[in-house]
């Protein structure tokens, strides 16, 4: 068992232990092999950066957060409104809480190993901003 590790509030648990997320699934972390993908997805739009955020990572651009990656890889565009049609007509799904649904879109499938194909439609999501 790996050495206890404090978190907040009086609950411990290890290094190994994963965290729960919803409904009791284990959690996985983002690695650094996620955050190269993200970058290298986006990476002909330029000026990409990163930053870990509620169990996910936060993909900006120029300073502005457009796209996200969750713990368990899949990446979404934030839209609403025409672009979020587009989104929807071309495949993607909605990232949806047990609250409800969020402003967040999948990449559709058809962009998810093309830079290029991505990097437009992150475009296309700064844009709708």
């Given at each position: 068992?790996?050495?206890?590790?404090?978190?907040?509030?009086?609950?411990?648990?290890?290094?190994?232990?994963?965290?729960?997320?919803?409904?009791?699934?284990?959690?996985?972390?983002?690695?650094?092999?996620?955050?190269?993908?993200?970058?290298?997805?986006?990476?002909?739009?330029?000026?990409?950066?990163?930053?870990?955020?509620?169990?996910?990572?936060?993909?900006?651009h120029a300073g502005t957060i457009f796209a996200s990656l969750d713990s368990e890889g899949a990446v979404y565009l934030k839209a609403k409104g025409p672009f979020a049609a587009e989104l929807e007509a071309a495949?993607?799904?909605?990232?949806?809480?047990?609250?409800?649904?969020?402003?967040?879109?999948?990449?559709?499938?058809?962009?998810?190993?093309?830079?290029?194909?991505?990097?437009?439609?992150?475009?296309?999501?700064?844009?709708?901003?």
């Amino acid at each position: 068992m790996g050495t206890p590790v404090l978190s907040t509030g009086a609950r411990r648990r290890t290094k190994e232990a994963p965290r729960k997320g919803t409904k009791g699934r284990a959690r996985m972390s983002i690695t650094p092999e996620m955050i190269a993908r993200a970058e290298d997805l986006f990476a002909p739009l330029g000026q990409i950066t990163t930053r870990k955020m509620m169990g996910g990572l936060a993909i900006y651009h120029a300073g502005t957060i457009f796209a996200s990656l969750d713990s368990e890889g899949a990446v979404y565009l934030k839209a609403k409104g025409p672009f979020a049609a587009e989104l929807e007509a071309a495949g993607a799904r909605q990232f949806i809480t047990p609250r409800g649904p969020m402003g967040y879109w999948t990449v559709p499938d058809d962009a998810l190993d093309d830079p290029e194909m991505a990097s437009d439609w992150g475009r296309r999501a700064l844009a709708a901003l």
